[in-house]
Nanobody
Framework: QVRLVESGGGLVQAGGSLRLSCAAS????????MGWYRRAPEKQRELVAT???????NYADSVKGRFTISRDNAKNTVYLQMNSLKPEDTAVYYC?????????WGQGTQVTVSS
């Protein structure tokens, strides 16, 4: 079993920054992929960014150049640095971990960007 614990959400004005963190614990495979997804009100959950253990990152077009995903393998922790935030970034952000054929989700953290 794997547990994901997120932190760092909150309320910020447009143009501001936030940093999300997600710590994983449990039976974590070496080839895992960690990432962030988000779900805005009345919309489906969508990819924000993912990163492999070898630190190959993938971003949604909507966040490229503004968000940076990184990870600390020793701590099994993934981060999402969000800069130049826009009101349309408002959503619940979920940490994810793909562990072999299994996937796990965090409980979600709210990010609200005011205009």
């Amino acid at each position: 079993q794997v547990r994901l614990v997120e932190s760092g959400g909150g309320l910020v004005q447009a143009g501001g920054s936030l940093r999300l963190s997600c710590a994983a614990s449990g039976n974590i495979f070496s080839g895992n992929i960690m990432g962030w997804y988000r779900r805005a009100p009345e919309k489906q959950r969508e990819l924000v960014a993912t990163i492999t253990r070898g630190e190959t990152a993938n971003y949604a077009d909507s966040v490229k150049g503004r968000f940076t995903i990184s990870r600390d393998n020793a701590k099994n922790t993934v981060y999402l640095q969000m800069n130049s935030l826009k009101p349309e970034d408002t959503a619940v952000y979920y940490c994810s971990l793909r562990n072999g054929v299994l996937g796990y989700w965090g409980q979600g953290t709210q990010v609200t960007v005011s205009s």
